[in-house]
């Protein structure tokens, strides 16, 4: 099989793997009731070619000490986490619809008793300082594993993800991705209405970090923007991964009253028979 051809394969592996991910998601949010479907799916792609492809872990073994670390700093989107978890073999996916049930294991924000869990997360706009953290712990202990932090669009009106982006920069974290899903859309509305974002670019470059643009639904781009983060010395890598909103799901697609309904049992049903 020609390099070419192994390539192609296993973009089509991945897209696969994303559209059951995106499975998962509708159906234990319908069961669930309540969570947050947008940012879930918009996000599928790009954390579940991370997880099947470029990530060393351990299912077997979460706290395996030479694994790179994942922390998904807008936590409202776990359910894509537990997905992917479920997917690669954490926990049985019978678990998933337990979804935000008292006493599950699958809160409605992420937190360490969920196998494949770093940290807690749910308070936005932390991620970033985690991660200029782990980062740094790996420096201290002369480790090699790597960081990467998915964070959200509205997320990063909070001061406390620049404050971490200049830390970062000064330390020369160059073993630390950050992951913006930019999709456009945070509770209230648009990004561009509530506190535009723009120049996105340009604004973590004077930051001092190595800045990659994507198609964040486009799994050969976004596997090209993992390896070119990962050679990249000196310096902190970000993805700016634009995605939209529900990818997937048509009647979802762009919609903000999506972020954070949970979808109907009739809307789910819709929805999976779109996903099959």
């Not at 099989?1 to 995106?22: F, S």
């Not at 337990?98 to 991620?127: F, I, K, N």
């Not at 090209?224 to 979802?252: E, L, R």
Request: proline fraction near 4%.
């Amino acid at each position: 099989m020609g390099n070419t051809e192994a390539v192609d394969n296993k973009i089509k592996e991945l897209e696969e793997k994303a559209r059951l991910v995106r499975r998962l998601i509708i159906e234990m949010l319908a069961q669930a009731g309540s969570g947050h479907p947008g940012g879930s799916l918009s996000a599928a792609d790009l954390t579940t070619t991370l997880f099947f492809t470029v990530l060393r872990h351990n299912p077997k073994d979460p706290k395996w000490p030479q694994r790179d670390r994942f922390h998904m700093s807008k936590g409202h989107c776990c359910p894509l986490w537990y997905a992917v978890l479920a997917e690669a073999g954490y926990f049985s996916k019978e678990e998933l619809l337990t979804l935000r049930r008292l006493g599950s294991m699958l809160q409605g924000h992420p937190d360490r008793r969920t196998p494949g869990v770093e940290v807690a997360s749910g308070s936005l706009g932390q991620g970033l300082s985690v991660g200029v953290g782990m980062s740094l712990a790996a420096r201290m202990d002369k480790q090699n594993y790597r960081v990467y932090i998915l964070m959200g669009d509205g997320e990063i009106q909070e001061g406390n993800i620049w404050e971490a982006a200049m830390a970062a920069a000064h330390y020369k974290c160059d073993n630390l991705c950050a992951i913006l899903d930019y999709n456009g859309f945070q509770i209230d509305g648009a990004t561009k209405d509530i506190m535009g974002l723009e120049p996105m670019v340009a604004k973590w470059q004077a930051f001092g970090w190595h800045t990659i643009e994507i198609n964040g639904h486009d799994i050969g781009g976004i596997l090209a923007a993992y390896q070119q983060a990962a050679q990249t010395k000196a310096k902190p890598s970000v993805i700016i991964a634009h995605t939209i909103k529900g990818k997937g799901v048509s009647f979802m697609e762009n919609v903000v009253d999506f972020h954070g309904r949970a979808p109907t049992k009739e809307e789910a049903q819709k929805a999976l028979k779109e996903l099959e």
